[in-house]
């Protein structure tokens, strides 16, 4: 068993919209094919990937580096040990290989990518879902049938007002969501709690509403925003400060009395542990938003889920940032509290499989191998540009 060959290319996912601290003008992600010589109905069996919003595509980390040591790795280091699949565990080590710790960069978003595009094919060599995989292999062997999701917008955007605002959100609602998030820390304080009213108003109750600062705050504006919203008992106030501030997150987590969440810039589990040490976050009411594509992949997410376990976290209290379909595999088959959900935003990425609806604040997940991609056409297409490319250059 042998990978055959690797594609990547960047793709826009560029928009006019902007939180507290980016907009999103030129926005792109990586997409990867790894087609392995394994066949399943007649063809390669091809796993696929990219990596989430907010970093930009790792093209020449992944040309230069990573793609080339993946393959130039032989059979035995990238197999598992009875031959009958890829181990995502022995690719992490390769790509790893000669990589000095610490530092992490951007470097957790190109084996992010990679990491996905594997488990993607490991799936559909056993010629199952990926979350029914993870559930046997490396869970209790259940999976959640259905999976908390939550709509992801709320945006600063040119000539959105507060009924522009609500109207977003009623679409949520409309879709089958029970709850919402929105940015906050983009204009004054006064405007956002405008804001928050506006879509308090439509969601009904604070404890459907998550707010985003992404980083904006110093420590003395965070509690300030805080004090100011803390009797709205909002569902959580997310990346409130620098996400490497571990002391803000310590000096908020005194003072503010609801639940906190953070955690999508963090990109190691070393970087994890220390949020786990000295951030003082709360075990029995915050929210962890780590999210794989991003920092090293899956393997790299199970030694995180392991370290929670070992200092009292529980794997119900991560819900991943990025709204991808891979987040919701770990989440029904290694039992998350849920994930993130962008129906409005970074399509074709955002969103899960055709035809299955959110009901209530939750959606189920589709019966097909992999991770799902198969499943929701326009992604599909889009990826399936990477192996048109392949075949062209096989006749070349
Ligand atoms: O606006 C972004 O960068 C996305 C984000 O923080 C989130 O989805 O939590
Ligand atoms: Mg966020």
New binding site residues.
């Given amino acids: 068993m042998k990978i055959v060959s690797i594609k990547e290319k960047a793709v826009p996912i560029s928009s006019n ?1 902007s ?1 507290a ?2 907009d ?1 003008s030129k926005m792109n992600a990586s997409i990867v094919a790894v087609e392995t010589d394994v066949v399943r109905n007649g063809k390669h069996v091809v796993g696929y990937g990219f990596n989430s ?2 970093r930009y595509a790792p093209s020449g980390l992944l040309k230069e580096r990573f793609i080339p040591r993946l393959l130039e790795a032989s059979p035995e280091e990238i197999v598992n040990d009875t031959g009958t699949n890829l181990s995502p565990e022995k690719i992490h080590q390769v790509l790893m290989n000669n990589e000095k710790p610490g530092g992490h960069g951007e470097r957790t978003v190109a084996v992010g990518t990679l990491d996905m595009a594997v488990w993607d094919a490991v799936a559909k060599i056993e010629d199952v879902p990926l979350y029914k995989f993870l559930a046997d292999q490396y869970g209790d062997g259940t999976i959640d049938e259905k999976v908390f999701v939550y709509a ?1 917008g709320g ?1 600063y955007h040119p000539n959105k007002g507060l009924p522009e605002l609500q109207d977003e959100m009623k679409s949520y609602l409309d879709m089958g969501y029970s709850k919402v ?1 929105m ?1 906050v820390g983009g204009v004054p304080l006064e405007e956002d709690l405008k804001r928050i009213e506006a879509v308090i108003d439509v969601v009904g109750s604070g404890q459907n509403l998550m707010i ?1 600062v ?1 980083g904006r705050f110093n420590l003395e504006e965070a509690i300030h925003f805080g004090e100011a919203i803390k009797d709205y008992n909002l569902f959580w106030y ?2 409130v400060g620098d996400p490497l501030d571990y002391h803000l997150q310590a000096e908020l987590s005194k003072v503010y009395p609801n639940a906190i969440a953070t955690g ?1 810039n963090l990109f190691s589990v070393q970087d994890a542990t220390n949020l786990i040490r000295y951030a003082g976050m709360n075990p029995k009411t915050d929210f962890l ?1 780590f999210d794989c594509a991003l920092s090293y992949g899956l393997v790299e997410y199970m030694k995180i889920l392991k370290m929670l376990e070992e200092n009292g976290w529980s794997s119900r209290n991560c819900i991943p ?3 991808h379909q891979m987040s919701l595999n770990i989440a029904a088959g290694l039992k998350l509290y849920g994930n ?1 959900s ?1 129906p409005g935003v970074f399509q074709p990425f955002g969103g899960f499989a055709d035809g299955y609806a959110i009901d209530n604040g939750y959606v189920g997940l589709p019966d097909v191998p992999g991770i799902g991609f198969e499943a929701k056409e326009d992604l599909y297409q889009l990826l399936k540009t990477l192996n048109l490319e392949q075949k062209k250059a096989y006749i070349n």
């Fill in positions: 919209i939180n601290f980016i999103f919003n907010g992801a945006y998030k940015k985003d992404n997310e990346e999508e938003q940032h990025g709204g993130e962008y």
